[in-house]
């Protein structure tokens, strides 16, 4: 992991179709390394064209200028995500250079913010249903059984493609630093078997996670995106009943 915050997933802030095959209109945006913890996370964005023409941006990256250009090429930014309450790093940028944009943050965000000195303008909370603005196509749910890690999950229907931000993390240890791939091991979050990370897991009830769980499976995905690794391009839900196994029981 290079000053510069390479990942591996190479071309950085670039638009990458997910699924040309069957869809258009969903992109994913793979980001520099960011710090978490003092350790180097990868980044990734994932953006969906709605029916209207506007764009809905999953967990925003670095804005850079052939980026914001990019974007602008696919149509008017219209719904900014925040979907945990550590995912909310790049938002601001993002409204400034959007300032027409709504913006969406899962239970606990602006509070987790404010806790780190950082005052966002948040226009909605995220729920369990979708709004009208991208109802019946892009189906939510925000996951039960934590009081600490409250994350909105969304399944883009056109794509089959379920998209997750840190109830998965899938890291592929050869992209890493060296010192950091036993740790990654240790904590079961290493590519391809990736899993929640275990200090997150610990604050779930499994009942009720595994309520959220079959929820998701009922949608049908057949392409899991995740915000940290590698992600999955098929076998969703088989990946899915593998990583929360001990949920669904």
């Keep these: 992991m290079n000053p510069a915050g390479a990942t591996g997933y190479a071309p950085l802030d670039v638009l990458k179709p997910v699924a040309p095959d069957i869809s258009d209109d969903i992109w994913l945006i793979d980001g520099p390394a960011i710090s978490f913890y003092h350790l180097p996370?990868?980044?990734?964005?994932?953006?969906?064209?709605?029916?209207?023409?506007?764009?809905?941006?999953?967990?925003?990256?670095?804005?850079?200028?052939?980026?914001?250009?990019?974007?602008?090429?696919?149509?008017?930014?219209?719904?900014?995500?925040?979907?945990?309450?550590?995912?909310?790093?790049?938002?601001?940028?993002?409204?400034?250079?959007?300032?027409?944009?709504?913006?969406?943050?899962?239970?606990?965000?602006?509070?987790?913010?404010?806790?780190?000195?950082?005052?966002?303008?948040?226009?909605?909370?995220?729920?369990?249903?979708?709004?009208?603005?991208?109802?019946?196509?892009?189906?939510?749910?925000?996951?039960?059984?934590?009081?600490?890690?409250?994350?909105?999950?969304?399944?883009?229907?056109?794509?089959?493609?379920?998209?997750?931000?840190?109830?998965?993390?899938?890291?592929?240890?050869?992209?890493?630093p060296w010192w950091m791939r036993p740790l990654v091991r240790l904590a079961g979050i290493s590519a391809p078997h990736g899993h929640m990370p275990p200090d997150m897991r610990a604050t779930f009830d499994k009942a009720a996670l595994g309520g959220s769980i079959r929820t998701m499976l009922d949608w049908g995905p057949e392409r899991l995106i995740l915000a940290h690794g590698a992600w999955y391009r098929d076998n969703a839900a088989a990946e899915l009943r593998r990583a929360f196994r001990s949920a669904l029981r």
């Design 41 to 176: 996370f990868p980044t990734r964005s994932t953006v969906i064209r709605l029916a209207d023409g506007g764009l809905w941006v999953h967990s925003p990256i670095r804005l850079t200028d052939p980026l914001r250009a990019a974007i602008e090429a696919l149509g008017p930014v219209r719904h900014l995500v925040a979907p945990n309450w550590i995912h909310y790093a790049f938002v601001a940028e993002w409204q400034a250079a959007f300032p027409q944009a709504e913006s969406w943050a899962a239970p606990g965000v602006t509070e987790r913010a404010r806790s780190r000195g950082m005052s966002l303008r948040f226009d909605h909370l995220l729920g369990d249903e979708a709004p009208e603005a991208w109802a019946g196509q892009i189906d939510q749910l925000v996951v039960k059984g934590s009081r600490v890690h409250r994350e909105a999950v969304f399944f883009h229907r056109a794509s089959r493609s379920l998209i997750l931000t840190d109830l998965i993390e899938n890291f592929e240890t050869r992209k890493l």
